[in-house]
């Protein structure tokens, strides 16, 4: 299949819809800070990393102070989820709006079944990195604390 010119031309603008960013820059640091947060965690939760002093602080803790990191984790991660998810159920409204507004142009033909599948593939797996992958990890992290917490005694 070869492509004349009139059909690079369509091609390009759609490409440029489909490729732009899904995330605002605010939504994006939500995900930085889920993420992180959600790795710290299950560091803690697999491979036990559970500091018992800090030197630096002079502090110590004891086996009964992990069930409050733990809740203190948890909350941390939770804040970072629900951060995450508003921000970023903002941003994928703005993109489903953006096509459903657009009632002419390449968007348009876009949503007529005139995109490629590599296009199609290629914005939906976008939207499932950019939105559902975070916000499966930050599930799963706090799940993992949550068996931790529900098997050590208050």
Known sequence: ???HASDQEEIKPQWKARLQDLLSPATR???K???IVSTTSLLFVVLGLFPTKIETLGI???SKDKVQMV????AINIYA???FFLYAWGDFHLVKRSLAASTTGYLDAFMKGKATRIESLNFYLRILFD???PLGYGGYAIFRLYQIFKVTPL
């Open 81 to 83: 989820l629900v951060g």
């Open 60 to 62: 110590t803790f004891e």
């Open 29 to 31: 640091g939500k995900r």
């Open 131 to 133: 939105f559902g992958l």
């Open 71 to 74: 809740l203190l984790i948890s």
């Open 1 to 3: 299949m070869t492509l």
């Open 33 to 35: 800070l889920l993420l």
